[in-house]
């Protein structure tokens, strides 16, 4: 089914941001690299420039490939330093982001926001209007932006279906504010309100305010309840070069720093593992989808304390550590767990990582 989807795309995707060309640079430059957004040349570092640990990297790319991996990238500071594809993958290949691509909506949603179209602490219902669960029109009401974007919505997350989005599906369970749980149904429901909010609408905006401007290649497909990203590796590497500079690219700032500032801190006290819609390493406690536990210790334990995160379903990943300027991605089928956690693939790959990057 997932190479039917890739050849089917494929045609979907509108510039591949791939390039034939690509020409290797030797220093060991720390100025952040932005890959043009009208051409498919992308400069290259080596790892050796890098004093990285490159015996080793043969042993990583066996790895990637027994853990079914389809694409993965390695930068620095924008620039590719590894790319691997296997199997019938290749630069242009389109990939499902999953559950990784909330982040591209957490983005929009502060775009939106700074551009005076919502304020996250408006109740849905002012967007959604009346009706749009089962719950009183109090208990409606009380549910904000936030809420979606932190999973502190408070819906009932024991019905049968959680990424059911029909009003019958959508039942109070907890206060908003009062419980962690990754319901995936409120995170679904937030481009429905930038739809309302936005006058032209959600996608012709996702293009014009993000994709376009760091010349990311892709579409949203609905499957479902659920709206999912295609796009090549080389896409999502972009988002996280934008993403490593706090929201800016190339000297335009297209996120404003105080909303990245609090998309990628501890959103709240329940999880505190959670921004909005992304994973933060490096704090004491965290909880995991589809679970109600709390696990105390690091989300990823062998990966740097600062690494923010967006992780899809099959082991969709997208790294980023800014005080060492890496960006990795990973795209393919599921590894052998997945879901994000210290005994998961995460944990094994940052391990490897680790010894890799010399950190």
Not at 32 to 53: A, G
Not at 69 to 97: C, Q
């Amino acid at each position: 089914m997932k190479r039917f989807i890739s050849l089917l795309f494929i045609l979907l995707i509108i510039s591949s941001g791939c390039s034939q060309s690509d020409e290797p640079i030797t220093d060991n430059s720390q100025t952040p690299y932005f890959p043009p957004i009208d051409s498919e040349v992308w400069e290259t570092i080596t790892p050796e420039s890098l004093n990285w640990n490159t015996a080793l990297l043969p042993e990583l790319k066996n790895y990637l490939n027994e853990k079914n991996t389809d694409a993965f990238i390695i930068l620095k500071n924008g620039r590719i330093v590894v790319e691997y594809y296997f199997n019938d993958f290749s630069l242009a290949s389109p990939h499902a982001w999953n559950s990784a691509g909330k982040t591209l909506t957490s983005v929009v949603v502060g775009i939106a926001e700074q551009n005076g179209y919502l304020n996250i602490n408006d109740s849905t219902s002012e967007y959604l209007g009346e009706g749009w669960t089962v719950m009183t029109p109090e208990q409606e009401r009380a549910i904000a932006i936030k809420n979606q974007l932190t999973m502190t919505s408070g819906g009932d997350y024991t019905v049968p279906d959680t990424t059911c989005t029909d009003p019958e599906c959508l039942k109070y369970l907890n206060e908003p504010d009062t419980f962690w749980f990754y319901h995936n149904a409120f995170y679904s429901l937030l481009q429905r309100v930038l739809d309302r909010a936005i006058p032209e609408g959600f996608d012709s905006y996702f293009d014009s305010k993000l994709k376009n401007p760091i010349g990311m290649s892709g579409t949203w497909l609905q499957f479902g309840y659920n709206r999912i990203f295609f796009s090549n590796a080389r896409s999502m590497a972009r988002f996280g070069i934008l993403n490593l500079n706090r929201g800016k690219w190339n000297g335009t700032q297209l996120l404003n720093k105080n909303y990245f500032q609090k998309m990628t801190e501890s959103s709240q006290e329940l999880n505190k593992a959670y921004g909005f819609l992304w994973w933060l390493n490096g704090k004491e406690s965290y909880h995991l989808p589809q679970s109600t536990r709390q696990f105390q210790g690091k989300l990823i334990p062998n990966a740097p304390d600062d690494l923010i995160a967006a992780l899809g379903k099959n082991d969709q990943k997208l790294y980023i550590v800014p005080s060492q300027g890496i960006i990795v991605v990973r795209m393919g089928d599921n590894a052998g767990n997945s879901v994000p956690g210290p005994s998961g693939f995460d944990n094994e790959l940052w391990g490897k990582l680790s010894q890799i990057l010399n950190y």
